[in-house]
């Protein structure tokens, strides 16, 4: 399966054969405000969906990102060590946070489209 | 994302004069004290908090109380509330003080003026969130002075190094104040309070505004080209680099003046003389130092530690707490403010929090992280 997946967390994923990049939306980086550090786990490290993943951090507060789906940590996004606000910048494009293994093809599924989404987005505003 | 994006509005929240104004300008707003106010604009509050060390912003302040204690005596009766002088406050003269419980504890911290006029007249500014609880600490413990609350002004801070010339372009005569000196000034017939203060560290203005003339305003100071406007989470940045206290958070009732680093605020007469709640507390904190101390906090690496965390020394005894941590965006990098045991409150010294369970260095630093740019007149004097 192929193309952009949604959470209702507005994290977003873009799934390549059984590879996650995992995001968060621009919705998402918009509340955040400036985001100034991002933690990212090691690679090789196995969540199961809804597990702690990551931390934002912003000027004000700190935001847990749990895991949307279960899989392994392949890679993480170095260059949010040094430039965190590439978040801000361009949260679907270079300021993805990590990829992960699709542990189960199936919990893809449970995700919303982007059509989707924006629908929830709407109906949320 | 855990965080919840529909904020939840328990009760109905005030809304000041520039509410339309911050919406127009795209403000994202918040609750606060009580009232909903602009938390940043569309620019980000880092932009917004180097735009005011860098020129000059505008922030809507008009959730803080203010009123009038007038009467004869005022400002010598004052005093039984507050450690600083009060009673040879020179008039168009502000200061910084506290209202203190009979312990010494901090109820909340506030500005002083003494007023021209042929009464005897005392502005107070004090904090949102206690002004109802100040209000009637005043009306009951100095029932012979009029308090009158000015329920119908706003009040808006302009704030940074371009602040005196974009005023000057609205209002007249008013380049020359010096630092915590106040004027009255005329705004279309109406009548303005303007005190060269704030609490970002910067030089600076607020001015106290009649509710209809605020929108009006604070659009001539935006229409200068160096005034942008400002929200809370860049008022707060600014402060906490600052080194300047945030009420309910490096300051409450079970924290004294000295130990909060506010010994300056009182005046040698009144460290003598006493008369103001909770005097052998800080006469003894004065004399033999206190206990523990509020210090500067420099976290190791990028992740900013935040209110509350624990400060534990190189043995692992718990000495200390965060109050106050956040990001500079000046310096670009984390900082806090909190209170450690006077033994460990010294700079250089190496203190140990936790992140997420991890270990995290925190080096104890001088206050404040930015050094203060207040005007301090023609000739460089400095506050009288």
């Not at chain 1, 060590?81 to 449970?110: C, F, H, I, M, Y």
């Not at chain 2, 803080?64 to 005596?73: D, N, P, S, V, Y």
């Not at chain 2, 009766?77 to 009979?102: C, F, N």
């Not at chain 2, 909060?260 to 709640?277: D, V």
Request: one cysteine or more.
């Amino acid at each position: 399966m192929s193309g952009e997946r949604y959470t209702k967390d507005h994290d977003f994923l873009r799934v390549e054969g059984d590879i996650a990049i995992v995001g968060i939306t621009d919705f998402a980086q918009s509340q955040l405000g400036d985001i100034v550090f991002v933690e990212l786990p090691a690679p090789g490290k196995r969540v199961a969906k809804g597990e702690q993943l990551a931390t934002i951090e912003s000027v004000k507060a700190a935001s847990e990102i749990y895991a949307p789906i279960s899989g392994e940590v392949v890679a993480i996004n170095d260059r949010l060590e040094s430039s965190p606000d590439l978040v801000n910048k361009e949260p679907l494009g270079e300021g993805w946070l990590l990829t992960l293994r699709v542990a189960d093809a199936a919990e893809l599924e449970e995700l919303m489209d982007e059509d989707a989404y924006r629908a929830f987005l709407e109906s949320e505003g | 994302m855990s965080e919840s994006f529909a904020p939840r509005i328990p009760t109905p929240l005030e809304k000041t004069p520039l509410d339309a104004l911050h919406r127009a300008l795209g403000a994202r707003m918040t609750p606060f004290a009580g009232y909903e106010l602009p938390l940043h604009y569309p620019a980000g509050v880092v932009a917004e908090h180097i735009h005011t060390r860098e020129k000059a912003s505008l922030f809507d302040v008009s959730h803080m109380g203010q009123a009038i204690l007038g009467g004869r005596g005022a400002a010598e009766q004052i005093e039984s509330l507050v450690p600083a002088a009060i009673a040879d406050l020179h008039t168009e003269r502000t200061r910084y003080s506290q209202l203190l419980a009979e312990d010494g504890g901090v109820l909340d911290d506030l500005m002083i003026t003494r007023l021209p006029g042929r009464d005897e007249r005392l502005l107070l500014i004090v904090n949102a969130a206690a002004k109802q609880q100040d209000f009637a600490l005043l009306r009951q413990q100095l029932p012979q002075l009029a308090l009158s609350v000015l329920t119908g002004r706003a009040l808006i801070a302009l704030q940074g190094p371009r602040a005196a010339a974009a005023l000057a372009t609205v209002l007249q005569e008013l380049e020359d104040m010096p630092f915590m000196g106040w004027r009255a000034a005329e705004f279309r017939g109406a009548g303005l309070f303007v005190s060269r203060s704030g609490y970002t560290g910067e030089d600076g203005f607020e001015i106290s505004v009649p509710n209809h003339l605020a929108e009006p305003l604070a659009e001539a100071l935006l229409g200068h080209p160096d005034v942008a406007p400002a929200g809370l989470a860049a008022r707060d940045s600014l402060r906490l680099e600052a080194g300047l206290c945030l009420y309910g958070h490096d300051l409450d009732a079970t924290t004294d003046p000295i130990e909060a680093g506010l010994a300056w605020s009182i005046g040698k007469r009144r460290r003598e003389q006493g008369g103001f709640p909770g005097y052998e507390r800080i006469r003894a904190a004065l004399a033999h130092g206190p206990a523990r101390l509020r210090v500067g906090l420099l976290p190791e690496g990028r992740a900013p530690l935040r209110e509350g965390a624990a400060l534990a020394a190189p043995d692992g005894r718990i000495i200390g707490r965060i109050t106050s941590g956040g990001y500079s965006p000046t310096l670009s990098r984390p900082i806090a403010m909190g209170y450690v045991e006077s033994g460990f409150a010294t700079p250089g010294v190496t203190l140990e929090s936790r992140l997420r369970d991890k270990p995290v260095a925190v080096e104890v630093t001088s206050l404040p992280f930015v050094p203060h740019r207040f005007f301090r007149g023609p000739a460089g004097k400095d506050r009288s």
